[in-house]
Protein backbone atom coordinates (compact mmCIF):
# COMPACT_ATOMS: atom_id res chain seq x y z
CA UNK A 1 0.00 0.00 0.00
CA UNK A 2 2.79 2.50 0.86
CA UNK A 3 3.74 2.03 -2.55
CA UNK A 4 0.05 3.40 -4.22
CA UNK A 5 0.32 6.58 -1.91
CA UNK A 6 4.20 7.03 -3.54
CA UNK A 7 3.14 6.74 -6.95
CA UNK A 8 0.06 8.94 -6.50
CA UNK A 9 2.16 11.05 -4.63
CA UNK A 10 4.37 11.48 -7.57
CA UNK A 11 2.30 11.90 -10.20
CA UNK A 12 0.53 15.14 -7.92
CA UNK A 13 3.68 16.45 -7.67
CA UNK A 14 5.07 15.67 -11.32
CA UNK A 15 1.18 17.96 -12.23
CA UNK A 16 2.16 20.51 -10.06
CA UNK A 17 5.69 21.06 -11.25
CA UNK A 18 4.03 21.11 -15.33
CA UNK A 19 1.20 23.42 -13.88
CA UNK A 20 4.02 25.84 -12.65
CA UNK A 21 5.79 25.44 -15.83
CA UNK A 22 3.05 26.30 -17.78
CA UNK A 23 2.09 29.43 -15.74
CA UNK A 24 5.90 31.11 -15.63
CA UNK A 25 6.05 30.13 -19.56
CA UNK A 26 2.21 32.19 -19.82
CA UNK A 27 3.96 35.02 -17.43
CA UNK A 28 6.93 35.32 -20.50
CA UNK A 29 4.56 35.25 -23.61
CA UNK A 30 2.14 38.11 -21.91
CA UNK A 31 6.21 39.85 -20.91
CA UNK A 32 6.72 39.29 -24.29
CA UNK A 33 3.57 40.77 -25.77
CA UNK A 34 4.06 44.16 -23.23
CA UNK A 35 7.52 44.83 -24.79
CA UNK A 36 6.07 44.47 -28.32
CA UNK A 37 3.93 46.60 -27.54
CA UNK A 38 6.08 49.42 -25.32
CA UNK A 39 9.02 48.96 -28.56
CA UNK A 40 6.15 49.87 -31.47
CA UNK A 41 4.69 52.77 -29.06
CA UNK A 42 8.27 54.37 -28.48
CA UNK A 43 9.20 53.96 -32.36
CA UNK A 44 6.00 55.72 -33.17
CA UNK A 45 7.19 59.64 -34.54
CA UNK A 46 5.80 62.33 -32.42
CA UNK A 47 4.18 64.83 -34.79
CA UNK A 48 5.29 68.73 -35.15
CA UNK A 49 2.17 70.53 -35.20
CA UNK A 50 3.96 74.09 -35.00
CA UNK A 51 3.31 74.61 -38.44
CA UNK A 52 -0.48 74.12 -38.12
CA UNK A 53 -0.75 76.01 -34.98
CA UNK A 54 0.74 78.76 -36.44
CA UNK A 55 -1.62 79.11 -39.33
CA UNK A 56 -4.48 79.23 -36.91
CA UNK A 57 -2.87 81.54 -34.73
CA UNK A 58 -2.51 83.91 -37.97
CA UNK A 59 -6.13 83.19 -38.78
CA UNK A 60 -7.20 84.67 -35.03
CA UNK A 61 -5.22 87.18 -35.15
CA UNK A 62 -7.32 88.09 -38.05
CA UNK A 63 -10.29 87.95 -36.43
CA UNK A 64 -9.46 90.14 -33.40
CA UNK A 65 -9.41 93.01 -35.64
CA UNK A 66 -12.62 92.81 -37.88
CA UNK A 67 -15.38 95.39 -36.64
CA UNK A 68 -18.44 93.47 -36.75
CA UNK A 69 -20.12 96.51 -36.51
CA UNK A 70 -22.23 97.39 -39.94
CA UNK A 71 -23.75 101.24 -40.75
CA UNK A 72 -26.24 100.85 -43.32
CA UNK A 73 -30.40 101.96 -43.17
CA UNK A 74 -31.86 98.52 -43.21
CA UNK A 75 -33.79 98.52 -39.59
CA UNK A 76 -33.51 95.35 -37.90
CA UNK A 77 -36.09 95.24 -35.00
CA UNK A 78 -38.26 92.90 -36.78
CA UNK A 79 -36.09 90.28 -36.14
CA UNK A 80 -36.43 90.96 -32.21
CA UNK A 81 -39.98 90.76 -32.71
CA UNK A 82 -39.76 87.53 -34.27
CA UNK A 83 -37.75 86.50 -31.96
CA UNK A 84 -40.25 86.93 -29.01
CA UNK A 85 -43.19 84.99 -31.11
CA UNK A 86 -40.86 81.52 -31.25
CA UNK A 87 -40.35 82.20 -27.51
CA UNK A 88 -43.60 82.52 -26.50
CA UNK A 89 -44.71 79.85 -28.79
CA UNK A 90 -42.21 77.69 -26.92
CA UNK A 91 -43.73 78.88 -23.30
CA UNK A 92 -47.05 77.72 -24.56
CA UNK A 93 -46.19 74.17 -25.66
CA UNK A 94 -43.84 73.84 -22.29
CA UNK A 95 -47.54 74.96 -20.44
CA UNK A 96 -49.64 72.56 -22.49
CA UNK A 97 -46.89 70.15 -21.09
CA UNK A 98 -47.26 70.86 -17.62
CA UNK A 99 -51.06 70.53 -18.16
CA UNK A 100 -50.51 67.37 -19.53
CA UNK A 101 -48.26 66.05 -16.99
CA UNK A 102 -50.55 67.23 -13.65
CA UNK A 103 -53.53 65.66 -15.66
CA UNK A 104 -52.46 62.89 -15.47
CA UNK A 105 -53.32 60.36 -12.37
CA UNK A 106 -50.54 57.86 -12.97
CA UNK A 107 -47.59 60.46 -12.52
Known sequence: ???KFNIKDQLAG??????AIVAIG???A???EISTKL???ESRSIQDYS?????????????EGVDSSHEHPVNHDHTK???NAKEIELLK????EIKVATSNPLQ
Not at 14 to 19: F, K, P, T, Y
Not at 51 to 63: F, M, S, T, Y
Open 14 to 19: IAALIA
Open 81 to 83: SLV
Open 51 to 63: AQIAVIEEKVAGL
Open 26 to 28: GGF
Open 1 to 3: MAS
Open 30 to 32: KYG
Open 93 to 96: VQIE
Open 39 to 41: AEI
